[in-house]
């Protein structure tokens, strides 16, 4: 499977600041796929950022609060903007791998963002 | 939009002993279901997934089952083992379409020595 690493691994912010966290991939991918996690909970998908498009968000999260670029088939950033207590998270990214026959999604090691 | 539902949220077994855990989904166009593990402050690792065409996949001790007409899945894993205690998330998408994977809840996983 692909090597995906992010940057950085961990973070801690003032409340009002922004965050960018980095998503490197060690092969081209056409999807890729920012989640959150909140402490203790499931995964929560954020966008879907494929290249050349705009990415598309799910409902709840808005680009002006969460801006993803994906300049290229190998890398995509995540702002956490504006920052609150609330964002305090550990932000995931993901790539879906396709094969002959599978198609398959692997996580990044993500990037735990404390707000303060 | 695509809704799934985890069971339990926590299970302890003694190892040795086999563990279930039970997902619904709400959308009938999904048909692909991985399933994930997840171990304290580590990623989410991919360990077995199923697509609509198979009812059953099995790989040396874990195993899915897929229900399609009751839109029910669940993992099983045999032989259950000190090393198996993780989070384990369950999933739904649909394949040639968005890709994207709507999670459960998660069911924290406990084997006793």
């Known amino acids: 499977s692909a090597v995906i690493s992010q940057k950085p691994s961990r973070d801690i912010c003032q409340r009002g600041t922004s965050l960018t966290i980095q998503c490197q991939v060690d092969s081209q991918v056409t999807m890729m796929f920012w989640y959150r996690q909140q402490p203790g909970q499931s995964l929560t998908l954020i966008a879907t950022a494929n290249q050349g498009s705009e990415a598309t968000y799910e409902s709840g999260f808005v680009i002006d609060k969460f801006p993803i670029s994906r300049p290229n088939l190998t890398f995509s950033t995540l702002t956490v903007s504006n920052m609150s207590p609330e964002d305090s998270s550990i932000y995931l990214c993901?790539?879906?791998?396709?094969?002959?026959?599978?198609?398959?999604?692997?996580f990044g090691p993500g990037t735990r963002l404390t707000v303060l | 939009g695509e809704n799934v539902e985890q069971h339990p949220s926590t299970l302890s077994v003694q190892e040795g002993d086999s563990a279930v855990i039970k997902c619904t989904y709400s959308?009938?166009?999904?048909?692909?279901f991985p399933w994930y593990k997840q171990e304290l402050g580590k990623r989410p690792q991919l360990i077995i997934d199923i697509r609509s065409n198979v009812g059953e996949k099995k790989d040396q001790r874990i195993a899915v089952t897929l229900n399609k007409t009751a839109k029910h899945f669940s993992l099983h894993i045999t032989e259950t083992q000190p090393e198996d205690s993780a989070v384990y998330f369950c999933?739904?998408?649909?394949?040639?379409?968005?890709?994207?994977?709507?999670f459960g809840s998660g069911t924290r996983l406990l084997v006793r020595p």
């Open positions: 993901s790539v879906e791998e396709s094969g002959t026959t599978y198609n398959e999604q692997f």
């Open positions: 999933a739904a998408s649909i394949e040639d379409s968005s890709y994207k994977l709507i």
């Open positions: 959308d009938s166009a999904s048909n692909y």
